[in-house]
Structure formats: C-alpha cells, structure tokens
C-alpha cells in the first residue's frame, strides 16, 4: 500500500477554550463531539476497490442519498477505543492493532472492504492531532474514539456496496454508567436473543445493539442497568451484556469468561483481562458456564465475585441478578475487580508499567 496523505481543513468556528473546558469538566459519556471528523471514500473498481480521499475536516452532519445501502441493508460496522492523556502531556491509545484487526474481521462478515491496519492507525493519529485540546485528564476520564465504516452507495439491488466510506469521531468521556463506581444490576433476557448461531454475533456491528434495545429496555423497566443474553442451544449458557463481556471470580482463585461461540463479540478488555489475570497468577478458563452455575455459586460462596468489562465502561463490579422473580445478590466481593480494573487503567494512562507493549502514541 502506497503512503495515505490526508488533507486537512480546519474548523472555522471551533468552541473556543473557556467552552471547551466547561464541557470536560464533566463530559458524560457520547453526549458532546469533537471539532473535526476523519473520513476516508473507498470505491470498487477492476482491480477490486481502493481506499482514496482522506481527509480530516470539520465535524458536520452528513449528506447521503436516500437510497444508501446502509439505510436500507445494515451493511455497517464500528469500533471503540480510548485516547488517555498521561503525565507529560502526551496522548496514547490501548492496543489499536486489536481493534483494527476486529475491524477488518466485522468487514468481511459484513461484506465491506478491508482498511489497511496502518490506515486504521494514521486515522487515530489525524483526529487526535486536530482535536488534541480535547483530550481530557481528569480521573477516570479519556477521549472515546468511534471508528465506523458503512455502505454510501446510492443503490437499493441486495448485494455489497461498491462505495463505502469509512469515518472517526471522538467525543471525550467521563465514568460509563456516571458517578463513583458501583455494582451493577443485571437482568435476564429469555424471549430475546443478542444474536444466533451462524449470525453476526462476532462482528461490531449495529444489528447486534439494535437487537439488544429492547431488551434493555425491559432490564430497565425492573430496575436493571443492564440486560445478560443466554445460550437457550445449551442449558441456558450465559453469552454477554447488551453491550459488555461478564467475568466469574471464584473462590479458588480461578477466573472464568464464557468462551467464544461465534455468537459473542472478542472484546479487547476482555482479551487484555485474561493476560492480567495470568500475571496475577489467576487460573483462568474460557468455558461454557450456565445461568444456574452462576446463581448456585453465589448463592453458596463459590463464585466471590462477578464483574462485566468493555472500552466504555473498562470493568464495573456486578452485584444482583434479577430472573425474573428470582433475585441473586452477590457476595458484595470487589477484591480481585478492582485490583484489575486499577491495573487496566494504570496501563493506559500511563501509570502502571505497560509490560505488554499495549500502548501506542498518537500524538
């Protein structure tokens, strides 16, 4: 692939900084957006399609034509990763090959073109740059970055688009679920499902949220936060939140995550977790493990802890489940949670030595 030059068109009328800082202050999660977007037109030709027109340019709504696939077809895809401002000033992101290589794995389920790693990562590096004032440092804070990718095409025959592009926004982010950390209240769903067998459940994709809403929604109307999804194919085998991969700390020091189907979505916190748990000397087992374990193990002390992790919400303590009429609370545990949560976030921001080689600058 020949070098990717972007160009570059400035804000006119960016918030100025007194705007800016009264935002970051406390900024909530994907309400506020940044002054620039990234956007890069990929168009199918003879010798199979080619990415061209990068540009950074003023964050904006979107002109499409009412016939683009995407409105019609689902044919879309995204990511999310964070932007950590550390000590010096300096901004880094938390393993973006991760997310890049789940990019490419969504597009070719979604039948959408491949982007080149290394365009992935000049595209973190272009908004960051633009938008480095942007960049929080308060505790607990970063700048979410959303790359997303989706059928432009003007063309309503079912078949992948010819045209695609692809686009980064950011928008800077405070604690997921609001406020101080807290356990978490978690329903479960047994009329729908997140995804099915031979579906689209491993791949980022908006049909997989949109399945979930819901769902949620009823969590929410029983005073849940958030909604589990089961395996009904395999006695009833817990599959993950809305939006969120569980973990199972138990009292013999294992950590236990349910396996990958090809119905849950790889998360990059949950991969990173199972490396941390390692060095922590954690036996760690990805296995099948069903609604009826977890219940009977916190009910009789096997299981100590419960915890769910994603990009957004990094790893929130689960402390009831709700099944209908069955309520199980759990051993209130927090230990081996927090002690992976405060060895995630040091990593990233720069706290905490990064033995790994997880982290890459942007800027």
């Known amino acids: 692939m020949t070098e990717t030059v972007?160009?570059?068109?400035?804000?006119?009328?960016?918030?100025s900084d007194?705007?800016?800082?009264?935002?970051?202050?406390?900024?909530?999660?994907?309400?506020?957006?940044?002054?620039?977007?990234?956007?890069?037109?990929?168009?199918?030709?003879?010798?199979?399609?080619?990415?061209?027109?990068a540009r950074v340019e003023p964050y904006g709504l979107l002109s499409l034509d009412p016939s683009a696939a995407v409105l019609h077809?689902?044919?879309?895809?995204?990511?999310?990763?964070?932007?950590?401002?550390?000590?010096?000033?300096?901004?880094?992101?938390?393993?973006?090959?991760a997310n890049a290589a789940r990019l490419n794995r969504s597009a070719q389920r979604l039948a959408l073109p491949e982007l080149p790693e290394e365009l992935f990562l000049d595209s973190l590096r272009e908004i960051v740059a633009a938008d480095r004032d942007w960049v929080p440092s308060g505790d607990g804070q970063s700048l979410y970055l959303?790359?997303?990718?989706?059928?432009?095409?003007?063309?309503?025959?079912?078949?992948?688009a010819k045209q695609v592009r692809y686009m980064v926004i950011a928008s800077p982010a405070g604690n997921y679920f609001g406020g101080e950390?807290?356990?978490?209240?978690?329903?479960?769903?047994?009329?729908?499902?997140?995804?099915?067998?031979?579906?689209?459940?491993?791949?980022?994709?908006?049909?997989?949220?949109?399945?979930?809403?819901?769902?949620?929604?009823?969590?929410?109307?029983?005073?849940?936060?958030?909604?589990?999804?089961l395996d009904q194919y395999h006695d009833d085998s817990v599959e993950e939140l809305g939006g969120m991969n569980v973990f199972f700390v138990f009292r013999d020091g294992r950590i236990?995550?349910?396996?990958?189907?090809?119905?849950?979505?790889?998360?990059?916190?949950?991969?990173?977790?199972?490396?941390?748990a390692r060095d922590m000397g954690l036996a760690v087992e990805e296995r099948r493990i069903t609604l009826a374990e977890w219940a009977e193990g916190v009910r009789s002390g096997e299981i100590a802890?419960?915890?769910?992790?994603?990009?957004?919400?990094?790893?929130?303590?689960?402390?009831?489940?709700?099944?209908?009429?069955?309520?199980?609370?759990?051993?209130?545990?927090?230990?081996?949670?927090?002690?992976?949560?405060?060895?995630?976030?040091?990593?990233q921001t720069g706290a905490v030595e990064d033995r790994h080689g997880w982290l890459r600058r942007l800027v």
Request: a negative charge; aromatic letters at 10%; charged letters at 20%.
């Open 146 to 160: 959303r790359p997303f990718m989706f059928a432009s095409e003007a063309f309503l025959g079912v078949r992948p």
């Open 18 to 53: 007194a705007e800016r800082a009264e935002i970051l202050e406390n900024p909530g999660f994907g309400d506020v957006f940044t002054d620039h977007m990234v956007s890069i037109d990929w168009t199918w030709d003879e010798d199979g399609g080619r990415w061209h027109d």
């Open 181 to 229: 950390l807290k356990p978490v209240s978690i329903w479960v769903s047994r009329e729908y499902a997140r995804a099915g067998r031979g579906g689209m459940g491993a791949a980022k994709t908006g049909g997989n949220y949109a399945a979930s809403l819901l769902p949620q929604l009823q969590a929410a109307q029983q005073g849940a936060d958030q909604v589990v999804f």
């Open 305 to 347: 802890e419960v915890f769910a992790c994603g990009t957004a919400a990094v790893v929130t303590p689960i402390g009831r489940l709700l099944d209908g009429d069955d309520v199980i609370e759990s051993a209130g545990g927090t230990e081996v949670t927090l002690r992976i949560r405060r060895e995630l976030l040091g990593i």
């Open 256 to 276: 236990v995550t349910p396996e990958l189907t090809g119905t849950i979505l790889e998360g990059v916190t949950r991969s990173s977790i199972l490396q941390l």
């Open 73 to 97: 077809y689902g044919q879309e895809i995204f990511e999310g990763l964070k932007a950590y401002r550390h000590a010096d000033g300096s901004v880094w992101t938390f393993r973006p090959e």
């Open 6 to 15: 972007f160009t570059r068109q400035p804000h006119l009328s960016p918030l």
